[in-house]
């Protein structure tokens, strides 16, 4: 990572791209997790053609043994390479992940050891410790789910043109309870993303006020401020609580509509 961003930087470019140069040490492994997703979402749409063909097979009492069994191996080979597909592509994204933050979390302790005592009086310690610990995180799913913004639609796509193929006028219902879900995920998305931000933001003020309690405990104890200060992070920690719930909330409501869907 560091390589590359200083060689970017000696071809005359102020400020490179973070996204650019991390897609650039990670490409490996993302092209490599987006090949067994592509294989993966083949397999799975290969599962519904092996069904309709064995559903075939038993109505027809004329079937060959032969064909029978070679069905009942195709179906075996499908699920057990889709699942060995699927497994090492999650491990591929993960890794994606993983090293992202530790390139991320890296940078932003060389570059906090850099800063000069007037730059770091504008920036608080729970604020560090938000962009080191939560904001990293937010990373590793970024960068785990990077394939699936391309192997979703697909996925998609290949179940419409299945469904339109063997049910025809009847998928259009599907498509249409497919699109009223969509809608649904947006909204709860976006829900779920306000009350997240609103979590963050209070996870920073909590952390803040527990640091500078923890910095300032002799002042504390010797002015008796310790309920003071509990209160605080006390109305803090509730309001954070509170945030969790309604997050729990939501996740749950969305995780229940799509298995119902």
Known sequence: FDRIWQRDIQKGKAN????SVTLRVLWKPLVFGGIL????????????????????YLENEEGSLTFGIVLAVAFWVVIFAASICF??????????????????????????LNLSNDALAGI??????????????????FFANWNNLWVAPARLLGI???????????SIGCLISLAILIV??????????????????????????????????KV???????????????????????????TAVLQSFWIALNISF
Request: hydrophobic share 50%.
């Open 16 to 19: 490179p791209n973070v996204l």
């Open 184 to 217: 649904v995920n947006i909204l709860l998305t976006g829900m779920i993303g306000k009350v997240k931000s609103n979590f963050m933001q209070i996870s920073d003020r909590r952390v803040e006020v527990t640091t500078e309690c923890i910095n300032a405990m």
């Open 87 to 112: 497994e090492h592509k999650v491990i591929a994204d993960s890794l994606c992940g993983y090293r992202a933050r530790s390139i991320y979390a890296s940078a932003l302790y060389r570059k906090a």
């Open 124 to 141: 608080s310690d729970g604020e560090m410790v938000s962009r080191l610990s939560v904001d990293c995180e937010r990373v590793i799913w």
């Open 160 to 170: 419409f043109a299945l469904l339109f193929a063997i049910f025809f006028i009847a």
């Open 37 to 56: 997703g592509l294989a993966y979402v083949a397999l799975t749409l290969a599962l519904p053609i092996l069904l309709w063909l064995a559903i075939g």
């Open 220 to 246: 504390i104890k010797l002015f008796g401020w310790e309920e003071v200060f509990q209160s605080r992070i006390s109305r803090e920690r509730r309001q954070e609580i509170k945030q969790l719930f309604i």
